[in-house]
């Protein structure tokens, strides 16, 4: 069993469905973004036993590492690239407008929701490639395999809990676009 589990996504790839999956766990709590109004050391200030789905957390990778680094247990949960594009690109604001919007890319002319998911999940997903090169407790998920890397997931971490539940969240839509 972990201490600190992290679910590292670009979002709008399954991370709200895994955290309500995760709920059903009785060894661990679950949350999804639940210290994104922190700063400093409280960001990253999670409870011990506890699995945090934040797709945030890919601009604090450098100050996780520092607070966790091979300590914590990482799944890097993804979806379809081309479906998560088009997430992103059918919702207004959000994080591609901020990303875009002065955030990120300074001066950016492009208009293009498209475009802007696409830059923008390839850069979340490689600052996590990155972030876990050198990881040794982590995992892949993907959301259409989620049946089998949650049972994966279960084993890896030795969850426990209603895990029928927890599966069948997975067959549920949340936070759906």
């Not at 679910?7 to 679950?30: D, I, M, P, Q």
């Not at 090169?133 to 994966?152: G, I, S, V």
């Not at 279960?154 to 029928?164: C, K, T």
Request: some cysteine; glycine content about 6%; charged content about 25%.
């Amino acid at each position: 069993m972990y201490k600190n589990i992290f679910v590292l996504c670009t979002g709008r790839c399954g991370s709200t469905t895994f955290s309500k999956a995760c709920a059903h766990l009785t060894n661990y709590s679950a949350g999804h973004e639940t210290r994104t109004h922190m700063l400093g050391a409280a960001r990253l200030a999670y409870p011990a036993f506890h699995i945090e789905a934040d797709n945030r957390l890919s601009w604090l990778l450098g100050r996780l590492d520092a607070a966790y680094g091979d300590n914590a247990f990482y799944v890097h949960l993804e979806r379809d690239r081309r479906a998560t594009v088009k997430s992103y690109a059918k919702r207004k604001g959000g994080i591609i407008s901020a990303y875009k919007g002065g955030g990120i890319l300074l001066h950016c002319k492009e208009t293009d929701r498209e475009k802007l998911a696409e830059d923008y999940v390839d850069t979340v997903t490689e600052n996590i490639r990155h972030f876990l090169r050198d990881k040794t407790h982590k995992m892949p998920f993907r959301l259409e395999y989620a049946q089998a890397d949650f049972n994966r997931f279960v084993r890896l971490v030795s969850a426990e809990g209603d895990l029928d539940r927890a599966r069948a969240e997975f067959h549920v839509p949340h936070n759906a676009s």
